[in-house]
């Protein structure tokens, strides 16, 4: 298949088309009748708002289905550059996919055993260290006497309500994935290893996907947009994940050397928390610092020692807010942040603690979309983009291979 632009050009002084009669013109047809467009109309309005309003509860009704597979092709997305760049050097395509997909989850099996583990002997721990948290709490609590008899009830209720359910909760940790996997409901076990395969399969099949998919268009141009759409919501995607990956570790990192240097148990444990939480915007940090505030009051005695790691916490994440993340990302990255917090709503709405998690990368690939589908640049995009510098060359064999 090969595109081409045809121009045709008519001669006037073709007799066969000086000579020829003309047609004789259909009758017009007579004008609609606007009380038929009012109705066509309000039936069109009322079938988007319907499609509207049920699709979130379609979502939250169907997470068993629909959360697995957004949370795959987002994963496989951010998967992308790297499954290329071994398919440039060589690398059969299902060889390439199956290393992307075992370097994830030696990636997620490393943070469950980092984080899970320790937050297991923590979360025992909890019942006998209430004393020493209201001991901790004393001062603040002298200055709201009324309330000590309630506090006191409160925690007593607490600890023997919850004991026992601690040690189960202790045994029954998982310490690596396939633990998750053969100890978790079959429900949740399906979805994952669901979402395991579809991460493979999409990643095994992007090359010839994506071929297929230009190769589609009618013209050369439209081919071009398409593979611009395509290596855009690519690029956004993956630069986004990838860099903050890089900037939640680096931050996670930060923490759980100054927490081991303070003398804080399992730091890299909490650093872990702090890496995990600041994926979730604004509301993460808040609940690593109230965690990281319940960890000091459980291990010194002194309130004012006890809440240093929260102090920590939120000194670190306001100079990456503020200074690291806006130096890193600058402007390609730079969100309307009144979108995110909808974004995160929702997504949280919808399908809880994953979608607040896929949140902000689920609105990068649709405002990308719909900046391409409208002709306009994203911001985010990079300044000569692999579709700028070679695409052509790959639009162009695609479709001489079809």
Known sequence: MHWRRDVSVFSCHNPAVMTSPSPALPPTPPPPNPLTLGYVRIAAYAVVTAVALGTPFALQAGAEFFLPITAAIVVAIALVPALEWLERRGVPSGLAALACVLSFLLLINGGLALIVVPASGWFVRL?????????????????????????????????????AQMQQ???????????????????????????????????????????????????????MNTARVIQNVVDATSAYLSTIVFINAMLGLS????????????PFMWGGIVTLCN???????????????????????????????????????????????????????TINPMLILISLSFWGWVWGTPGALLAVPILIIAQTLFLSFRGERPEWAPPVSRVDRGEEENVANAGAGG
């Open 169 to 223: 909760v202790a045994v029954q940790t998982p310490t690596s994935l396939l633990d998750y996997l053969t100890g978790s409901a079959p429900a949740a076990a399906i979805q994952t290893l669901f979402s395991i395969l579809l991460i493979y399969f999409f990643l095994a099949g992007w090359t010839r996907l994506r071929g297929r998919t230009i190769r589609s268009r009618g013209s050369f141009d439209d081919a």
């Open 127 to 163: 019942p006998e260290s209430l004393p020493r948290i209201q001991a901790n709490l004393a001062p603040l609590i002298d200055f709201y006497a009324s309330l000590q008899r309630y506090v006191d009830e409160a925690l007593t209720a607490f600890a023997d309500n919850t004991a």
């Open 255 to 266: 923490v759980a050397l100054l927490l081991w240097a303070l003398g804080m148990p399992s």
């Open 279 to 333: 994926f979730i915007p604004y509301v993460g940090p808040i609940v690593a610092a109230g965690l990281l505030g319940i960890g000091g009051l459980m291990t010194f005695d002194s309130v004012g020692l006890a809440l240093l790691p929260a102090m920590i916490q939120i000194g670190l994440h306001t100079v990456e807010a503020n200074i690291v993340t806006p130096l890193v990302l600058g402007r390609r990255l």
